[in-house]
């Protein structure tokens, strides 16, 4: 199994708000800057898109970040992707680990303490939980702050990752709640220079970290 190493930063993916680059040179330049994390998330794309843009997000990845697949277990398997992100109202975390083997991370995303228990228990690695600040992906969802955040951390001991509306300003507060770490979209992919706003987020977290 996989370990994950903290402080952990995310890139989910959305090619179509990474400000008119391809998502690949957006995935190069943030994993050359520290991003450990890569989630394919392109809900919109059938399997067979989504399978030709993941191996080429896993090729600019080139072995220097986790690549994880949201949602579409078959997909991830196909690419031998590092993992799979399963959607709150997803497959049960038990009969993904059946499909994928012992060796794949499963992440579970989670909009209650609840959900973060039940999937804990049931076996997921690590989960991402939301929508934490106002975002641009949830505009019309609420936004559960930080105080959630802190409830949920002491109720798991898996890692949990921070997302909605993260970013380098807030980022401090979301670690200071027990987080090990965030997953952001346009923080990075929108940003004039993805690198440094990668690298940017990273100095964030690590200084809290390092208390």
Avoid: W
């Avoid at 994950?4 to 391809?22: I, Q």
């Avoid at 955040?149 to 980022?171: D, F, K, M, Q, Y």
């Avoid at 987020?201 to 200084?207: G, I």
């Amino acid at each position: 199994m996989t370990t994950l190493d903290t402080p952990l930063l995310c890139l989910v993916t959305n090619r179509n708000r990474c400000s008119g680059r391809d998502l690949e040179e957006v995935v190069d330049q943030a994993v050359t800057h520290g991003v450990e994390m890569v989630q394919l998330r392109e809900k919109d794309m059938p399997p067979g898109d989504l399978y030709d843009l993941g191996a080429r997000v896993k090729e600019a990845i080139a072995g220097r970040a986790l690549l994880i697949v949201n949602d579409r277990i078959d997909v991830a398997l196909a690419l031998n992707a590092d993992g799979v992100q399963l959607p709150e109202d997803g497959p049960p975390v038990a009969e993904a680990r059946r499909t994928v083997g012992p060796n794949m991370l499963i992440g579970r995303s989670v909009h209650s303490i609840g959900g973060a228990i039940e999937a804990e228990s049931s076996g997921a690695d690590f989960l991402i939980a939301g929508t934490i600040f106002p975002s641009a992906s949830h505009p019309d969802g609420p936004a559960q702050g930080t105080d959630f955040l802190r409830s949920l951390c002491r109720e798991v001991s898996i890692p949990v990752l921070a997302i909605g509306g993260v970013t380098s300003e807030n980022v401090v507060d979301v670690m200071d709640a027990g987080c090990s770490g965030a997953a952001v979209i346009s923080a990075i992919s929108e940003a004039e220079d993805p690198g440094n706003a990668a690298r940017t987020l990273l100095n964030e977290m690590a200084r809290v970290s390092a208390i």
